[in-house]
């Protein structure tokens, strides 16, 4: 039998707006990734991505993620 701790799913609440724990690691991915992406891009020698396409992909990603779920 596996035995995990039973921890609240709410990290933060305030008020009637309470943020989960998956939420804060939607936002840490998305961060993450966007700043790994610029660091990238700036560290390239050949310009074959932009910071432009990183922002639309980034959107696309965050619309794909609200929209999927």
């Known amino acids: 039998m596996l035995v995990h701790p039973n921890f609240d799913p709410v990290a933060i609440s305030l008020g009637p707006v309470a943020i989960r724990w ?3 690691t939607y936002l840490v991915a998305f961060a993450t990734s ?7 891009i700036t560290r390239a020698t050949a310009e074959r991505v932009t910071v432009p396409t ?16």
């Open 54 to 69: 990183l922002d639309d992909l980034l959107f696309f990603c965050v619309l794909g993620v609200v929209l999927g779920g």
């Open 34 to 40: 966007y700043w790994l992406g610029r660091l990238r």
């Open 22 to 24: 998956y939420g804060i």
